[in-house]
């Protein structure tokens, strides 16, 4: 659905975002994640067509925008850090407003009707915005991103500032936005991005480190996987058994019937150590993924990397 290709963009001799690549599937919740200054927002910025790339293409559904700017925007909603309103309008008259300014051609009261009802500010459409928390000026900006029913949302940083229960508010309704649409979810919240996305992109001083699933990410960085197994047995019976399963690098004993287990991630291994710990008559008691968490991975990929890209 979006296609990124060979992106890059410089100011003066600063490259914010070097040469990246990477696409957004139709239906994904894609996590765009990276620390403050890594190149983010500038990507975000010409994905939607509002900056300019120096070099690269940026597809969205077979159009690219800077060949077919209105075509392609028309297929995005975008969210911006800061969500662009009119503070004394009220929320109805702002996204009747936003409609026409964007010139959707849907059946209008309708359109916004069921807008509204999406992201649940039906019980506020006559208030000025002005008066709204902080919450529910966020889901007025998502609603304003709605318009149109683009197959494409853009959503930068969304759940900056809100308090713990509009940021679970604000993950559930981009959950369920992920049904139906293509979401590129960006923020530099860990927590953020793998309570709610289906693949993870990290990016860091302007280029692409890692690209996974979210639950694989750490295996990815690592170049290995790792198991954790309970297993009943003699150490040495337990050991010599799984190391001559193909894939396995090393076994390590935690002690108390539990091993780690280091494999090339390129080799599924359970069914392997599976036969190999029965025909051992080693009951295997528990097995399960191990290895390091998304926070340490997160901070590996990271920490060495240049820190000269620009937000």
Do not use: W
């Amino acid at each position: 659905m979006v296609e990124v290709k060979n992106l890059t963009k410089t100011y003066g001799n600063i490259k914010a975002i070097d040469n990246i690549s990477f696409t957004a599937n139709s239906g994904e919740v894609l996590g765009f994640l990276g620390p403050n200054g890594a190149g983010k927002s500038t990507t975000m910025n010409i994905i939607t067509g509002y900056l300019s790339s120096t070099s690269g293409q940026v597809i969205v559904d077979g159009s690219e925008i800077l060949e077919s700017p209105k075509e392609t925007k028309a297929k995005i909603g975008y969210l911006p850090e800061i969500p662009p309103l009119y503070p004394d309008m009220t929320v109805k008259s702002y996204l009747e407003f936003m409609f026409d300014i964007k010139k959707v051609k849907l059946p209008k009261a309708a359109h916004i009707k069921e807008v509204m009802a999406v992201v649940q500010i039906t019980d506020v459409q006559n208030r000025l915005i002005k008066n709204l928390s902080k919450g529910y000026k966020q889901r007025v900006g998502f609603a304003q991103a709605l318009l149109g029913n683009p197959p494409v949302l853009i959503l930068d940083e969304p759940t900056v500032g809100l308090d713990p229960k509009q940021i679970i508010e604000i993950r559930n309704l981009i959950r369920g936005l992920g049904k139906k649409h293509t979401v590129i979810f960006s923020s530099h919240v860990l927590s953020e991005v793998s309570a709610i996305c289906d693949r993870i992109i990290v990016i860091s001083g302007g280029k692409i480190v890692a690209d996974a699933k979210t639950d694989e990410l750490s295996t990815v960085l690592s170049g290995q996987g790792q198991l954790l197994l309970e297993v009943e047995g003699s150490s040495s019976a337990v050991s010599s058994a799984i190391n001559d399963v193909y894939g396995v690098k090393k076994v390590n004993s935690l002690g108390n019937n539990r091993y780690a287990v280091d494999y090339d991630n390129t080799i599924d291994i359970r069914k392997g150590v599976f036969r190999a710990l029965a025909k051992a008559d080693c009951p295997i008691l528990e097995m399960k993924n191990g290895g390091m968490t998304l926070e340490e991975s997160f901070l590996h990929l990271t920490e060495n990397s240049n820190k000269g890209g620009k937000n």
